[in-house]
């Protein structure tokens, strides 16, 4: 599976630069590219408490549908973030894997940093499906430092963990530890794609976007500027690692929650609340 990871500088509250700024970016992947991945709110920024409502928006609403369009006109997956307003009038910091059929995927943050907190509502469920024959879920940002959140993705079957991330300074190392870590006690390839450049309140976003494998090494890394990272992720190595000993088959206990099977391949756990 031949991935991209899209580093950029974004812009708080801006829809219509960071939209812009995406789709170019798509069309401009490389050709035989599967996977285009993008970092955390990357459609609006990072809203506040006074602007989520204006700057949100419903997952077929404008901002996706054009997302969507670029996704078939280059027939590729689509990770990227955004700020959701869903219809039970509550806001999501949600990420979506968009493919040339539509939304194949979506997750809402489940474990909120500080500042989420005072307009976001958490998710209450995680989910894979497959994309081209792999088992993908997603995660955003301050999951990954949470060991269950990765673990019930890895409950679920998943193979490829793909993280939207606007982890800012100074804790760049701690989610560089987190993933690799993530992604070798599931045995799974993780690709985290972080934000650069300042947001508003004076944040310094960290860069750092990566691709691990299975066994928790990195094999590659961006610095702290904008960037593109092109790999190819050797499946067989999935095979590999799992061959000898499987963490999941070798655990005491499984995380409580409600598995759902839905047609496509989605696959749910559904935590208590």
């Known amino acids: 599976m031949k991935v991209e990871l899209v580093q950029l500088a974004g812009r708080d509250g801006d829809t219509a630069y960071n939209l812009e700024r995406t789709l170019a970016a798509i069309h401009a992947c490389p050709a035989g590219t599967d996977l285009v991945v993008f970092p955390e709110t990357q459609l609006m920024g990072f809203p506040t408490e006074a602007n989520v409502a204006q700057v949100a928006e419903p997952l077929d609403g404008p901002s996706v549908r054009a997302v969507q369009q670029a996704a078939k006109a280059r027939d590729v997956g689509v990770v990227l973030g955004m700020a959701e307003a869903a219809d039970d009038g509550c806001f999501y910091n949600t990420t979506l894997l968009v493919t040339a059929e539509g939304i194949a995927l979506k997750y809402r943050k489940t474990h909120l940093w500080a500042s989420d907190r005072d307009f976001f509502s958490p998710g209450d469920r995680y989910a894979t499906t497959l994309f081209k024959g792999v088992r993908v879920g997603l995660l955003i940002c301050f999951d990954i430092e949470f060991p269950e959140s990765a673990r019930a993705l890895g409950q679920l079957g998943v193979e490829l963990i793909l993280v939207t991330n606007g982890n800012m300074d100074p804790y760049g190392p701690t989610h560089r530890t987190a993933i690799c870590a993530r992604a070798m006690e599931n045995q799974a390839f993780a690709v985290m794609v972080n934000r650069v450049g300042e947001g508003d309140g004076g944040l310094v976003f960290a860069g750092g976007s990566a691709v691990v494998d299975p066994y928790g090494q990195v094999l590659c890394e961006a610095g702290r500027e904008e960037c593109r990272l092109g790999m190819t992720l050797d499946l067989k190595q999935l095979e ?34």
């Not at 000993?245 to 609340?273: K, N, W």
């Open 240 to 273: 590999v690692a799992r061959r000898d000993y499987s963490y999941l088959s070798e655990r005491r206990f499984v995380l409580p929650g409600e598995v759902r099977e839905h047609d496509g391949g989605l696959r749910e756990l559904i935590i208590a609340s």
